[in-house]
């Protein structure tokens, strides 16, 4: 009700969303690769997931690729589940199961951009129908949804996607980047104006979302999968809003600089939500973007 409430809203004032980082043009994204740029890939994984002080369990989950068969991109995905009665539990499990397992079904890779894009998609809005089935066969669970942030690897890009506020930065020359865009009403007030984007951390709908898994509305409104060009040296993170939510991006930069290794930088970045007072459960992968020989 709330994507649909959104959707209308910007078609009829002719709105856009605040500035993001640049990402490739789908048509346009395998010409404009370097044989340099094709070599590179993830050469160092770090995960952590904890409950967090202040929840009594885990509603977050988080899946990291160790395929290594040479036809399926590596794929890694943070999910944050909401709902009561462990309702949100379930929903970010489905969603970390479903997604790997229908990605891996469908894709295999011809070399061209569209082929994982085309996989990712599908494999997402699968996971949604099944959230959404299993809440009709269990009415107690009928308000779950969860968060789905995904990034795959592949041909010297990210393909990144993000459903809900979970998020993903890439860091690169001591600078951190949102590459999605949360999908909270607060935000949305922002990309109007009616906010300014300073405001929206504190505002009281920064936690209420109109997008996210579990949500009927969402095949209609499936946001696109953003493709980036790698850099050697890139680091990217994947987190759910307890630790987006606390941790800066100045102190994110600070982190991954000092400590070159994935999942000590991933164990830190936890470390230091919690210091900072998350009152939500924690998770984080960290990926490293190399060569390897």
């Known amino acids: 009700m709330i994507g649909r409430w959104w959707k209308s809203l910007t078609e009829k004032l002719g ?12 048509d346009d994204a395998d010409s404009k690769m370097s044989a340099n740029q094709l070599g590179l890939v993830v050469t160092g994984m770090g995960k952590v997931s904890i409950c967090g002080n202040f929840r009594e369990h885990n509603e977050d989950n988080l899946y990291t690729s160790d395929s290594g068969s040479a036809d399926i991109a590596p794929l890694y995905i943070v999910a944050d589940g909401m709902g009561g009665q462990h309702g949100g539990e379930h929903a970010s499990r489905i969603a970390v199961e479903v997604v790997p397992n229908e990605f891996s079904r469908r894709f295999r890779d011809d070399g061209k951009s569209r082929a994982l894009t085309a996989a990712l998609t599908e494999s997402i809005v699968m996971a949604n129908q099944e959230i959404i089935a299993f809440s009709k066969i269990q ?3 009928s308000s779950m949804g969860t968060t789905l942030t995904a990034v795959s690897v592949n041909q010297g890009k990210a393909f990144v996607v ?22 909270s009403m607060a935000q949305a007030l922002a990309d109007v104006g009616t906010i300014r984007q300073d405001e929206v951390a504190s505002h009281r709908y920064t936690h209420v979302l109109y997008r996210y898994l579990g949500s009927r509305d969402l095949p209609a409104e ?4 953003k493709i980036f060009a790698l850099l050697e040296g890139d680091r990217f993170v994947i987190c759910s809003d307890g630790l987006s939510g606390v941790v800066s991006e100045k102190e994110m930069v600070t982190i991954l600089k000092e400590e070159p290794d994935a999942q000590t930088a991933a164990q830190k970045l936890v470390d230091l939500a919690v210091d900072n007072r998350s009152r939500d459960n924690i998770t984080c992968i960290v990926l490293n973007i190399g060569r390897v020989d």
């Open 15 to 26: 709105l856009k969303s605040r500035s993001e980082p640049r990402s490739l043009n789908l």
């Open 139 to 141: 009415p107690q669970y």
């Open 162 to 183: 993000g459903v809900g506020d979970s998020r993903c930065y890439r860091v690169r020359a001591n600078r951190a980047e949102q590459l999605t865009r949360d999908h």
């Open 222 to 225: 499936m946001p696109e999968i």
